[in-house]
């Protein structure tokens, strides 16, 4: 009786060959480094979505103290796409007269087609 037991858990468990594996995971759901994907190909940001995603990135540079809060009020000033390497990405530019060194006073932020951010410096590569 334990063995028979034991064996409908370890069945219910794992399922049954490949057909389990597929009702566990559900069919075309994706567990990649991105996260839940559902069998799709994930969609690609807008520009307002990478626009707002730069804008919430210099916030924690702000709350971090990495970059002036002056920054928070500053409007990107450029928005455009630009290949490095083989790989596409946006490069949001923010413009701060407030800073005085003219090297900080250009803010460049790099979001990756799907929104994410990537990086940000003041040299723009």
């Known amino acids: 009786m334990k063995k028979a037991i034991a064996m409908t858990l370890i069945t219910t ?3 049954a060959g490949w057909f389990g594996l597929a009702l ?3 069919s075309g759901h ?7 994907t559902h069998g799709t190909v994930k969609e690609q940001a807008s520009r307002n979505m990478v626009i707002t995603s730069a ?3 210099i916030k ?4 971090a103290n990495k970059i002036d809060a002056s920054w ?8 455009e796409q630009k290949r490095f390497n083989a790989t596409l990405e946006w490069v949001v530019q923010y413009r701060n007269p407030q800073i005085k060194d003219p090297s900080k006073m250009t ?3 790099f979001v990756d087609v799907y929104g994410k951010v990537n990086a940000a410096n003041h040299t723009g590569k």
């Open 13 to 15: 468990t794992l399922g």
């Open 24 to 26: 566990h995971a559900g």
């Open 30 to 36: 994706d567990h990649g480094p991105s996260g839940h």
């Open 55 to 57: 804008n919430q990135h």
């Open 60 to 63: 924690q540079l702000v709350k």
């Open 72 to 79: 928070e009020g500053c409007a990107p000033v450029k928005t």
């Open 107 to 109: 803010l460049f932020v």
